[in-house]
């Protein structure tokens, strides 16, 4: 893992060329074929994590899937990035599914659960875990019997339920659903100990 600390932007470039003449080799239109457009099926709203990579861990191939990642995947009514990808993905992409991905060993969530006003942690890193923080709080009777890693996990099941609530509220996918338009909004977590994607089983579709 260290090792991996140490990779160079060089590195970078040249793995992106080995990756460009693989495609090509295989597939001469590998890239034109997707230079006029996109039309991804999925809009996917995951965690910045670096061991939470969308096309390793689903297999989803370029142009699957319009991708958002932040800080413990959330969804706030106040951030206009989500809000604005959000309203892109349903009105301008025509999505079919809008799917929240938590995973467990979330360091924003960990962060989220241990925060107090002792803590020195940076102002707008506190302001954004602040709500994940009141979710916590608002769920201290069923946590109050987990501890360690087992609360941990339990909290991020719960947020990205909570993520899911938010995306419900947006104004994008409640016009799809009032024109009677299917659009189905899916909540997911991520095992990052053994790879396994399972299903939270709290989908929307109105």
């Known amino acids: 893992m260290n090792d991996r600390k140490h ?9 992106n060329k080995s990756w460009r003449e693989r495609l090509l080799a295989d597939d001469e239109s590998a890239f ?5 457009g996109q039309q991804p099926p999925f809009f996917w709203i995951g965690c910045s994590d670096s061991r939470v990579p969308i096309s390793h861990l689903t297999g989803l191939d370029r142009g699957d899937a319009f991708v958002q990642r932040n800080i413990a995947n959330q969804v706030k009514l106040s951030d206009t990035s989500i809000q604005a990808a959000l309203a892109f993905a349903v009105e301008v992409l025509g999505v079919e ?5 938590g995973h467990y060993g979330c360091g924003g969530v960990q962060l989220a659960a241990e ?26 009777g069923s946590l109050s019997s987990l501890e360690g890693e087992a609360k941990l ?10 993520q899911v609530d938010n995306v419900c509220l947006h104004p994008a996918v409640q016009a799809r659903w009032a024109r009677g338009e299917s659009l189905g909004v899916h ?3 991520y095992d990052i100990n053994d790879g396994s ?3 939270l089983n709290i989908s929307r579709n109105a």
């Open 7 to 15: 990779l160079t932007l060089q590195q970078l470039l040249d793995s």
């Open 32 to 36: 034109a074929k997707f230079a006029d």
């Open 97 to 101: 599914h809008v799917v929240v991905c």
């Open 115 to 140: 925060l107090d006003d002792a803590q020195q942690v940076d102002h707008k890193l506190r302001q954004w875990v602040a709500s994940l923080h009141s979710l916590c709080q608002q769920h201290s």
């Open 153 to 162: 996990r339990k909290l991020s099941e719960l947020n990205v339920g909570k």
């Open 187 to 189: 909540g997911l977590i």
């Open 197 to 199: 994607l399972h299903n």
